[in-house]
């Protein structure tokens, strides 16, 4: 059997073993002891030459020799062949990293011979003191940036709460790795929703600075493939970094990073390019030295710096020293970007007041009514998410309860309580190849036809706006509402396309009833209606059936820009309330779906007609909420609701929207429960109660994919 050299303690200074000898200590090359680097491995390097396999697990530097110089002998070493077990227990295989004495990791950086630059670094990095100096300025770039060392746990916990149950957080993180190149973060977030809801709504994909490279990509990840990333390791590693149970050991080496660890491009301006696989390993070597540095010295005042925070802070750090970053902008994780992505579903439980379901519900008192809306109102109580967007697929922000409410007969104004959901929603630049009509107060192209005269440039995208008017149509037929309603912001636009104001309280905190009582007047009696996002922000929403917001809409937002003078009276009226509230014009989008007219004509389906009409620009989407679980038991929440309520108050219920509700929670595939309510509509079954019966059996389903 081959004999080995092995500097175990139970050895001395050091012997022969057999290479198969048990240890029950750990082994230690242990230099302290003696007078020279070249003594202390004269004996391994002979037998190392001759390969032989020097045993042990750590080296202890001698306090006359660096670490740096124990890794230069041992990697420089002429004609030495390392054994197996030695480059295994020595160096960590992945990242070369020596364990030296305390456990600290020191890189194993190779350098050339004839100039001593360190392979893979800055190009100016040839001796061991330019090196201390990129540690050096990458630890001021650190204590810098130490603001955004969470950004990485931040952006985790941003996509687990906006990811729809279709998809795993892994693919949205791969979504936002794939459409981030040479992208700004709130730039990429944009990118990453529209893909997904064009993905959603079973739309082509069409988003990225790059779409023709990433949009294939970005359409087999959402459909589920595997492994789309593994031969792009750089992007891959970012899409792993982004979940935090992930704890990798590995930093994403973009061109921030390569800036921390100074490389720059030959003429000394700013790095702007990829990495070669040498210049990866020197800043992965790096990162994990510096991880230790940190931690060991507490920088900053942590002793948790891992991978992900460094590179994080680093990345801060760097972006604040450009002078393009906005100020502010530099620690901005996804999920600070996503407010210009919004868009907010205002919804109401209480019933439409005349379509004679639950009509007196309106006339009970304030308790009744917040406790009728606390019941069945879309919110999962153990996640927290709308269980309609998530069935849809959309992209979700949080949701807040706001205060509903409007002016009635008499002028009396009716509280309801309502929750305002957010959705993702994604943007298109505007020109000729975009789709239907201009947008409000945009009058012509230019000549290049891109950019509309008058305007900003962009709206938001087909697939965004079809999948909220599905959701609309879903949840106001189910609500019995006379109407659903959504509203975003789109920005920045010109003064042209502003034709709504946006107020803010003071306080910051959600409007009280006296509070949106007064902006619900204000608005009211200048053409608009007001809708409160539970946030602390009420729009006001141009009215397009008024007089006035027709007259807004003909002239464009220079008509509101006088409107809003303090002598006008919109102007007047809000210039009066600056002591609770801010006030600004913004561009609106807005949708409403209007049941008053389908629900007050019972029984012959307009109402669902109007309901399916949307729900099938989107019918993959739209299938997927139908046959979701959680879709299905939330409606059939409501059928148990309202008899409730209806029998404690001496109400009544329609027999044609609880047949629907019923419908649609029955068992069953999205496909079939959609197949099932295109059927009632051919065959004139919505009326009462041919709904019951077509549920309980109706022959021939099985050739539609009904039950």
């Not at 990840?221 to 990333?229: A, F, Q, R, Y």
């Not at 593994?230 to 982004?242: E, S």
């Amino acid at each position: 059997m081959r004999q080995v050299w092995s500097d175990s303690a139970n050895f001395g200074t050091g012997g022969y073993v057999l290479e198969d000898t048990p240890f029950a200590d750990e082994r230690i090359y242990d230099q302290r002891n003696v007078p020279s680097l070249g003594q202390a491995l004269q004996g391994w390097i002979s037998d190392t030459k001759q390969n032989a396999e020097g045993l042990f697990d750590r080296i202890v530097p001698s306090p006359y020799d660096s670490p740096e110089r124990v890794m230069e002998k041992m990697i420089n070493l002429e004609g030495g062949q390392f054994g197996k077990s030695t480059f295994d227990q020595m160096i960590d295989p992945q990242l070369g990293l020596l364990y030296a004495g305390g456990g600290a990791k020191y890189p194993t950086h190779r350098r050339v011979g004839t100039t001593g630059q360190y392979v893979g670094a800055p190009n100016w990095v040839n001796s061991p003191q330019s090196l201390a100096k990129v540690r050096r300025d990458y630890i001021e770039l650190v204590k810098d940036g130490v603001e955004g060392r969470d950004w990485y746990d931040q952006t985790n916990e941003f996509i687990r709460g906006a990811v729809p149950s279709d998809l795993t957080p892994r693919q949205m993180a791969e979504v936002l790795a794939v459409t981030s190149a040479r992208t700004p973060v709130g730039s990429n977030l944009g990118h990453a929703i529209k893909a997904i809801n064009q993905h959603s709504a079973g739309a082509p994909l069409r988003a990225g600075g790059f779409p023709g490279d990433m949009m294939p990509k970005v359409q087999r990840m959402l459909d589920g493939e595997m492994g789309v990333l593994a031969t792009q390791p750089k992007v891959g590693q970012y899409a792993t970094n982004l979940l935090s149970e992930f704890d990798s050991k590995r930093p994403v080496n973009d061109i921030w990073q390569g800036r921390a660890f100074g490389y720059r491009k030959e003429d000394g301006s700013l790095w702007d390019s990829g990495f070669s696989d040498e210049q990866h390993a020197f800043m992965d070597r790096e990162t994990q030295y510096l991880i230790d540095k940190l931690n060991n010295e507490k920088v900053g005042g942590f002793d948790d710096w891992d991978t992900k925070k460094l590179q994080a802070a680093g990345w801060t750090g760097v972006r604040k020293a450009d002078p393009k970053i906005p100020m502010g902008n530099e620690a901005k994780s996804y999920g600070d970007f996503a407010n210009p992505y919004k868009a907010y579903h205002t919804a109401e439980q209480v019933p439409m007041h005349k379509a004679g379901h639950l009509g007196l519900m309106a006339e009970r008192s304030a308790a009744d009514r917040a406790a009728y809306s606390s019941e069945a109102n879309w919110i999962d109580p153990a996640t927290g998410k709308d269980v309609l967007m998530d069935g849809l697929g959309l992209l979700a922000g949080t949701h807040t309860p706001y205060q509903g409410g409007f002016i009635g007969e008499g002028g009396l104004m009716q509280f309801n309580p309502g929750v305002a959901s957010q959705s993702l929603i994604g943007f298109d630049a505007i020109n000729k190849m975009d789709y239907g009509p201009l947008p409000i107060g945009v009058k012509a192209f230019d000549k290049k036809g891109k950019t509309p005269v008058g305007t900003g440039t962009k709206r938001v995208n087909k697939a965004s706006s079809d999948l909220v008017e599905a959701d609309l149509a879903i949840r106001g037929l189910m609500d019995v509402q006379e109407g659903s309603a959504a509203h975003a912001n789109v920005g920045p636009m010109k003064a042209g396309a502003q034709l709504g104001v946006d107020v803010k309280t003071k306080s910051g905190k959600p409007a009280t009833q006296e509070e949106f009582e007064q902006l619900s007047r204000i608005a009211a009696d200048n053409g608009f209606f007001a809708a409160d996002r539970g946030t602390g922000t009420v729009s006001f929403i141009n009215d397009h059936y008024s007089d006035l917001g027709k007259e807004r809409i003909r002239q464009g937002g220079g008509l509101l820009g006088k409107q809003l003078k303090p002598k006008k009276p919109l102007g007047a009226a809000l210039d009066k309330a600056r002591d609770k509230f801010d006030w600004k014009r913004v561009a609106h989008e807005s949708w409403y779906l209007d049941y008053s007219d389908a629900l007050n004509n019972q029984g012959k389906g307009q109402a669902t007609q109007l309901m399916m009409s949307k729900l099938s620009k989107v019918r993959p989407a739209a299938e997927n909420a139908l046959g979701s679980p959680r879709v299905k038991q939330e409606i059939l929440n409501k059928i148990s609701r309202d008899e409730k309520w209806a029998k404690k108050t001496g109400d009544v219920t329609r027999d044609d929207i609880q047949n629907l509700r019923k419908l649609i929670g029955e068992p069953g595939s999205g496909k079939k429960t959609y197949s099932r309510i295109m059927k009632a509509l051919k065959d004139g079954a919505i009326a009462l109660p041919a709904v019951m019966l077509m549920i309980d059996g109706m022959p021939g389903a099985q050739d539609d994919g009904l039950i």
